[in-house]
């Protein structure tokens, strides 16, 4: 009886109508969606339909500028189209902060669910860990990470993850110790229900909208931090393509070819401020507060 009662308020508690509704009519919100699904979708089909590929080496058309015949973003300077190299680093940088977001999310859930449910001892040892990792300045830890472990996409997948958890843990508790005292809550006590099944089949479906939110801007932090540590020569190897790297491998021809640098850079900065108008959206979708507006 009580998952029967329970199941409608949590779809109501973090989407319905109203939330929709807020989340369509946020016009940067959905710009974000709109560029991420091109961007996913070209790096996705975009290779197959180029002319070349990210590994075809052309000397003579060495520094091409964008839309040179059939390179229609340049090529670098062994003569590698950049409309071909660039959707394949889309996918492998998408792909990076995509796994890093859900590893992280997951990691960063079942601390604060369990931190905010069991409280205590559990709880305040579970905080003061993400408080000591937080202590730590999350660049230089990556970088540590990344300088002692080989470099591949999954290494940096998982340095990414290891950073990142402690933000969601900390929504997430916050969120669980405002609903463990709710009725429903109480209800599963009375009728005899476990701890984990409280936590995970009452509370959590409750808290998923700020683990939405928290989630989407992730995969924005971890494109960027991708970068970052490809960029410094730590994250994907060439002739692996990434957009950190592209830009590392640019920066000495900013003055004679800028396209190598601007391309790759408009990508990051594109699929970064997608991924946070998403999120901000999202967070202005499910705040409570805007149905009393």
Avoid at 35 to 62: E, K, Q, W
Wanted: charged content about 15%.
């Amino acid at each position: 009886m009580t998952t029967v009662t329970a199941s409608p308020a949590r779809r109501e508690r973090w989407w319905n109508s109203r939330t929709m509704h807020r989340f369509m009519c946020n016009n940067l919100a959905l710009f974000g969606v709109a560029m991420i699904t091109v961007l996913v979708l070209a790096c996705v089909f975009g290779p197959h339909l180029l002319p070349y590929t990210s590994l075809n080496i052309d000397l003579r058309a060495r520094f091409a500028p964008p839309f040179t015949g059939q390179h229609y973003l340049g090529t670098d300077p062994l003569g590698r189209d950049i409309a071909a190299r660039l959707l394949e680093a889309g996918r492998i940088s998408l792909s990076v902060g995509f796994s890093a977001m859900l590893l992280s999310t997951i990691i960063g859930t079942l601390v604060g669910v369990i931190a905010g449910y069991r409280g205590g001892w559990v709880g305040t040892i579970l905080m003061r860990t993400v408080d000591g990792f937080l202590s730590f300045p999350s660049i230089f830890l990556v970088l540590a990470l990344a300088a002692a472990l080989k470099p591949s996409a999954m290494m940096i997948t998982v340095v990414i993850a290891l950073t990142s958890w402690m933000e969601v843990a900390r929504i997430v508790e916050t969120e669980v110790r405002s609903l463990r005292e709710r009725e429903f809550v109480q209800a599963g006590r009375m009728l005899g229900l476990s701890g984990a099944h409280i936590m995970f089949r009452e509370i959590l479906p409750n808290a998923i909208g700020p683990i939405i939110v928290a989630a989407t801007l992730t995969v924005a932090r971890a494109i960027l931090m991708e970068a970052y540590i490809s960029f410094l020569g730590y994250g994907i190897q060439p002739p692996l393509p990434s957009w950190g790297n592209m830009l590392n491998g640019a920066q000495q021809y900013l003055g004679s070819a800028p396209w190598l640098a601007i391309i790759p850079g408009a990508a990051i900065t594109i699929a970064v401020a997608s991924f946070n108008f998403i999120g901000d959206g999202l967070r202005d979708a499910f705040d409570v507060r805007g149905d009393h507006k």
